[in-house]
């Protein structure tokens, strides 16, 4: 199995949608918290369309709302953001905060292995991890594809 980490600011559809075919992914695993996008621009991400899309792709579908931040832990990196004068579309990392209480909260209780073994049983093998930045390293995405990599030594690619 391989695993992909995608986002969607700055692509358009068509380069979105590419990117998964040119990597012949077959799993789509959304880990964001609330599966919308406000505006028309990335509209295709919005779960309906994004779940449509993929399935006439033949490209599975899963949503992984255990590896998505909590409200809180979004609110400290919006305040670390804040402080730095930083948009959140334009942060390149995390802040430490954010990813300390992501580990502690989300990956230390989530169950990696049932989670590689549920895509082992679906027959997944080029499986991608998406959120919505662009830059992966401001994204909870690179800290799960992390611990992919450092725990069970897969490689990540970021598309």
């Known amino acids: 199995m391989e695993f992909y980490t995608i986002g969607v600011y700055n692509s358009t559809e068509a380069d979105f949608f590419n990117k998964l075919l040119e990597n ?3 799993t ?13 621009k990335y509209s295709f ?5 994004l779940q449509s899309k993929l399935q006439n792709q033949n490209i599975k579908y899963l949503h992984y709302l255990d590896l998505a931040p909590t409200k809180g832990i979004r609110e400290l990196q919006k305040k670390a953001d804040l402080k730095n004068l930083e948009l959140k579309r334009d942060r ?3 802040g430490h905060v954010f990813i300390e209480e992501y580990n502690n909260q989300v990956i230390k209780p989530f169950n990696f292995k049932q989670f590689i073994i549920d895509l082992e049983n679906i027959n997944a093998e080029k499986v991608v991890l998406f959120c919505v930045e662009e830059q992966h390293k401001a994204c909870h995405r690179s800290i799960v594809a992390t611990k992919l990599s450092l725990e069970f030594n897969f490689d990540i690619k970021h598309i």
């Open 45 to 49: 991400v919005n779960s309906k369309k």
């Open 24 to 26: 012949e992914i077959d």
């Open 92 to 94: 390149l990392t995390l």
């Open 28 to 40: 789509f695993c959304d880990i964001r918290q609330r599966r919308g996008v406000r505006g028309s």
